[in-house]
């Protein structure tokens, strides 16, 4: 079974910086696209940023600029370096993976950004 597990949120003053990671555990031999995903309170989930097996990577908008995605395939890890953040970034973070047709899901980690 696989499984994603996250680390990295917490607390941070606008401006600051937080590191995201989230590495797979299980027996699979690679993803096409890893990820992460957004959801703020009464909002819906959102994309924040994905990279794909050959290194295409896509942003949200609001976050170009400010947020680095990277994947280390060897370890089966993705990772989202925030910058600059800002209070409208806090939400609850999932890490997403997807292998052929099955899409994976982390349990989500919390990042509050205080004004």
């Known amino acids: 079974q696989v499984q994603l597990a996250e680390s990295g949120g917490g607390l941070v003053q606008a401006g600051g910086s937080l590191r995201l990671s989230c590495a797979a555990s299980g027996i699979i031999s690679s993803f096409n696209d890893m990820g992460w995903y957004r959801q703020a309170p009464g909002k819906q989930r959102e994309l924040v940023a994905t990279?794909?097996?050959?290194?295409?990577?896509n942003y949200k908008e609001s976050v170009k600029g400010r947020f680095t995605i990277s994947r280390d395939n060897a370890k089966k890890s993705v990772y989202l370096q925030m910058n600059s953040l800002k209070p409208e970034d806090t939400a609850v973070y999932y890490c997403?993976?997807?292998?052929?047709?099955?899409?994976?899901w982390g349990q989500g980690t919390q990042v509050t950004v205080s004004s």
């Open positions: 990279v794909t097996n050959s290194g295409s990577i």
């Open positions: 997403y993976a997807r292998r052929t047709i099955r899409n994976y």
